[in-house]
């Protein structure tokens, strides 16, 4: 007798096996609950108040850039002379009349390492009161030896 006549065919099976995908799920569960604390670190800190909200930053056309060196003067790289300091106030002024006439200007703020944390906090507040939506930050990446 011929083989395949006397087993009958046995039909495709078209269900998927989870398991390996709920093992996999269950292993980076535990991982991300034991590295998750651990990336939380910081230094306690005493922060200024500040009469400002939360901003979000989003690409714009313009740029303005507020500086301040580490005596904490303030400089403005628009108008005649960038290289001359003005007053909060006159920043405040210049700053204020350039985003009310092109409103998607980024005003940003560039300030010396050395700068108390309290002047920069200031001039934000200041600019944020006088109508501008959004101030940003000028950073440097932290150079790594090799």
């Known amino acids: 007798m011929n083989k395949s006549k006397l087993m009958p065919r046995r039909k495709p099976v078209s269900e998927i096996n989870?398991?390996?995908?709920?093992?996999v799920m269950l292993v980076l569960l535990v991982v991300f609950m034991i590295t998750a604390p651990m990336l939380?670190?910081?230094v306690k800190v005493e922060l200024p108040d500040a009469d400002a909200k939360p901003i979000e930053l989003s690409q714009k056309d313009e740029m303005v850039i507020v500086s301040i060196d580490d005596k904490g003067t303030f400089y403005l790289n628009v108008g005649?002379?960038?290289?001359r300091p003005?007053?909060?106030?006159?920043?405040?002024?210049i700053v204020s009349k350039i985003v009310k006439e092109k409103p998607k200007t980024?005003?940003?703020i560039e300030g010396d390492s050395r700068v108390p944390y309290g002047v920069v906090v200031t001039?934000?507040?200041s600019l944020q009161k006088a109508g501008v939506p959004n101030v940003g930050l000028?950073?440097?990446s932290p150079v790594t030896e090799r």
Do not use: H, N, R
């Not at 989870?18 to 093992?23: F, N, Q």
């Not at 005649?80 to 290289?83: A, F, I, L, T, V």
């Not at 003005?86 to 002024?93: A, I």
């Open 18 to 23: 989870v398991v390996p995908y709920l093992d």
């Open 40 to 42: 939380v670190q910081g």
């Open 80 to 83: 005649g002379d960038p290289k």
């Open 86 to 93: 003005k007053s909060k106030e006159q920043v405040t002024d």
């Open 106 to 108: 980024t005003v940003l």
């Open 123 to 125: 001039i934000m507040a």
């Open 138 to 140: 000028i950073t440097e």
